[in-house]
């Protein structure tokens, strides 16, 4: 009694049903997957938050006077001298930005290989070491 066309009906409907429930399956899943990200984005803030307010603690000025005078035998800190502080220009160049010495430039454009010679002693005057 059943026709051809109930048959294939019944197959299409089947299909689309596995079909909906994979669906359906998949995204539940991927819903559990964001709350579980936005559960752990959460508590990532929030640690960031109380190591902030761990940090404005102990960074308080109050409590930095008290532990230097507490410990100032310890420590025997001292004041910056403003001799002390440079200038960003008073710095040495990056090593980056040193041009090479011109010995072992001319030996690489022959192809030997010397031993580099020593590096010149510092004479810039940074105001942070005596000179």
Known sequence: MLRTLDIVLIVI????ATVTYTIKHKAENKLE???RLDAAIKLEEDTIDLLKADWALLSQPNRLERLVTA????LALQPTAPTQLIRPEELPML???VPPPEE????KAKGKTKPPAAP????IATGSVAR
């Not at 409907?13 to 689309?16: E, F, Q, Y």
């Open 13 to 16: 409907m089947t299909a689309a």
């Open 33 to 35: 997957e964001v709350r």
């Open 71 to 74: 410990y100032q035998q310890d």
């Open 95 to 97: 090593k980056a930005d």
């Open 104 to 107: 072992v430039a001319d030996t």
């Open 120 to 123: 010149a002693a510092d004479t």
